[in-house]
Nanobody
Framework: QVQLVESGGGLVQAGGSLKLSCVAS????????MGWFRQAPGKEREFVAA????????YYADSVKGRFTVSRDNAKNTIWLTMNSLKPEDTAIYYC????????????WGQGTQVTVSS
């Protein structure tokens, strides 16, 4: 059974930080690009960040560039999203994703973790 399990969400004040984790199991995700999407209330899901299988390349949405960092440890089948300088508009459910070909249209999704940023 393929699973992506997120953790680390919560409530934080604007300007604060959070670190999300995603543990993958059930397939050889070591060879997959992985990343994060988010969905705010009343909005469509949007791409946040992604990382290549080797960790050598990272990709970010313009809205989070310079504030968020995506990283991974293939030995632990884990990726992280370190979020700094959080803003109220970062409030959303954050989903871990994985896809063997194109992380823009991911096949595998986690169940999501809520991040709420208060002003």
């Amino acid at each position: 059974q393929v699973q992506l399990v997120e953790s680390g969400g919560g409530l934080v004040q604007a300007g604060g930080s959070l670190k999300l984790s995603c543990v993958a199991s059930g397939r050889n995700f070591v060879s997959f690009p992985m990343g994060w999407f988010r969905q705010a209330p009343g909005k469509e899901r949007e791409f946040v960040a992604a990382i290549s299988w080797s960790g050598g390349s990272t990709y970010y949405a313009d809205s989070v560039k310079g504030r968020f960092t995506v990283s991974r440890d293939n030995a632990k089948n884990t990726i992280w999203l370190t979020m700094n300088s959080l803003k109220p508009e970062d409030t959303a459910i954050y989903y871990c994703i994985a896809d063997p070909v194109d992380f823009h249209t991911p096949y595998y999704w986690g169940q999501g973790t809520q991040v709420t940023v208060s002003s």
